[in-house]
């Protein structure tokens, strides 16, 4: 009897193994290069959103297949011609059609993340980025400016202009701001304060900023001041040697300052409400990651573990993508350790912990919940 695999299983399998689109028109609204999630598209399987790689080498060789979906975004993924899941594909953000004041289109201010979260990078450059001895391997923050996709700085006005009519117009409930690395010990977060408090004057929406650990730690309680709801320092990756060799310059910031800048930033922003992102699949093993977990999660830390998607043009286009099977191995204890910590994404007020797309985590820490 064939047996139709989980929601989390789906989701593992799609997001490992990436998806050819057999019609153009399906890859409408999927996004190529930035900061990421890049060369995905968003799809909703049994009723959950998640990104999926579409424009990767991984997707190019797909064992899956999208048909091309009806008038109603309704489509069928297939896997060696029969029939491997029933799944939905979002429709155009309706504020995609709009231009700013001073005549930018909307989608190089901001886009559509998941189903309903806005995200942007406000600054599109970082001192990391211009040295390949320094840059994040896996990084493609500079592809879409260079493409002309986007703006090299987003203005206060503009990202205020373009949140709220994404809010009236479709219903977008939280918004990412990330930013590239800038010169000084902010590292961004003087950026991210004036962007949030243009947003909070025009629109009631929920924030989560993102940027590595500045050297003062006052800068957490002015953020949050500003309107900022949660706060994302990423990782990527867990253990020294892996860091050093991924992302040589970003390690330069070692995990001691994260830890430390973690346990600042939480009685701030609130238990849950800090959060940071870890690449499966860069080296780390498993073990390494749920230690690492444990130990976030002890702080009040929320680990977003996601699988990493080697993404065309970058040094790491040709590193492969983690197995569903190693995914799973991760996921699945780790959010039985959430669930028992009261640590959920359905807590996060803002951010890709809330939106969850860009991993199988939420879907499986509902299972946990619904067998407590």
Not at 104 to 111: F, L, M, Q, R, S
Not at 151 to 156: I, V
Not at 308 to 316: A, D, E, H, N, Y
């Amino acid at each position: 009897m064939n047996i139709r695999p989980s929601t989390e299983h789906l989701i593992n399998a799609l997001q490992s193994s990436g998806l050819r689109l057999t019609d153009p028109k399906a890859g409408v609204g999927s996004r190529r290069g930035g900061a990421g999630p890049s060369d995905h598209k968003a799809i909703v399987i049994d009723g959950i959103t998640a990104m999926v790689p579409v424009h990767t080498a991984l997707a190019f060789d797909s064992p899956f297949v999208a048909e091309a979906p009806d008038a109603a975004g309704n489509s069928r993924i297939l896997r060696d011609g029969a029939v491997f899941a029933s799944v939905g594909f979002p429709k155009r953000p309706r504020f995609y059609d709009l231009t700013t004041a001073d005549g930018v289109p909307y989608p190089k201010i901001a886009v559509l993340h998941g189903r309903d979260v806005l995200a942007t990078t406000v600054l599109q450059t970082c001192i990391r980025y211009r040295s390949r001895t320094k840059t994040c391997q896996f990084c493609a923050i500079g592809q879409s400016l260079s493409a002309g996709r986007t703006l090299e700085r987003k203005t206060p006005a503009q990202l205020a202009e373009v949140a709220k009519a994404a809010v009236e117009l479709d219903n977008v409930k939280h918004m990412v701001l990330t930013t590239g690395t800038p010169p000084g010990d902010d590292r961004g977060a003087a950026i991210l304060i004036e962007s949030a408090l243009a947003i909070k004057a025009a629109v009631d929406l929920p924030i989560q900023g993102q940027c590595e650990p500045p050297d003062d730690d006052a800068w957490f309680a002015r953020m949050h001041d500003a309107g900022i709801d949660t706060l994302g320092m990423h990782l990527e990756a867990v253990t020294p040697s892996v860091r050093a060799r991924i992302m040589p310059g970003k390690a330069s910031v070692g995990l001691s300052r994260y830890f430390d800048a973690f346990a600042a930033a939480v009685p701030v922003f609130g238990r849950g409400q800090v959060s940071t992102y870890i690449l499966a699949g860069l080296g780390d093993t498993r073990d390494a990651i749920l230690e690492m977990a444990e130990r976030l999660i002890g702080l009040g830390v929320y680990p977003f573990v996601v699988p990493f998607v080697p993404i065309s043009g970058t040094p790491l286009e040709g590193h492969p993508a983690p197995s569903a099977d190693f995914m799973h191995a991760i996921l699945s204890p780790l959010a039985t350790m959430l669930v028992k910590a009261g640590l959920l994404a359905t807590d996060i007020k803002a951010g890709c912990g809330r939106c969850g797309a860009c991993s199988a985590l939420s879907t499986y820490e509902r299972g946990r919940s619904n067998d407590d």
